[in-house]
């Protein structure tokens, strides 16, 4: 059994983790102190530090969050582009950056992605720049991880327990269950692999 951080657990993305998870010891946390076993913004260092050195020993980290801005790439400011881009992509990576510190030999860590930057849909142009952005630093720093920690990043489509808010955006995209993506976070964590998108698509 390993000590797994989840991240965002009270979200549709963060209960399909979970039942991926059902082997290990959970430890949740969240930006709300409501229904989380501890508080934390992943857009700020100071929040994930205190995180980690609070909790002292964990095996893994599973990230589910990332906030998005939506709009068309004519009427994205330059603010919008920002709160993704702290939140979904440097957010995640301050995760390894920071938590690669603390977590323990042969651990990992799994963060998360999405598969509008292989099939783009309009207003999402930071989304899926993210990411991108998020599945290239996985692919990559997977050489530079020390102590034989591992890293993956999860790209799936649309759940069909979000499908009533967001369908009307994807027309054409088949939805899949949360049990099918939690068994690449269940992949992800539990399996040797590192370097790797998993892909979780119809």
């Not at 992943?42 to 893994?60: H, M, P, Q």
């Amino acid at each position: 059994m390993k000590t797994v951080i989840l991240i965002g657990a009270q979200g549709k993305m963060g209960q399909a983790a979970l039942t991926g998870l059902g082997n290990h010891k959970v430890i949740t946390a969240g930006r709300s102190v409501e229904g989380y076993d501890y508080q934390v913004d992943i857009t700020n260092e100071a929040s994930v530090r205190n995180l980690f050195k609070t909790i002292g020993e964990f095996d893994a980290v599973v990230n589910t969050v990332g906030v998005c801005e939506y709009a068309s790439f004519a009427e994205m400011t330059q603010e919008q582009w920002m709160t993704t881009v702290m939140s979904k992509m440097m957010g995640q990576i301050n995760l390894v950056r920071i938590g690669q510190e603390y977590i323990a030999d042969n651990g990992s860590f799994t963060l998360i992605t999405g598969i509008l930057n292989v099939k783009p849909i309009p207003f999402a142009i930071a989304d899926a720049t993210t990411s991108g952005a998020i599945d290239t630093f996985v692919k990559c720093v997977a050489y530079e991880m020390p102590r034989g920690i591992r890293i993956n990043s999860i790209n799936p489509t649309v759940l069909e327990e979000a499908w009533d808010v967001y369908g009307e955006m994807m027309p054409g995209f088949q939805p899949v269950p949360s049990v099918l993506v939690g068994k690449a976070f269940e992949r992800s964590v539990d399996s040797f692999i590192t370097g790797e998108v998993i892909f979780v698509d119809a």
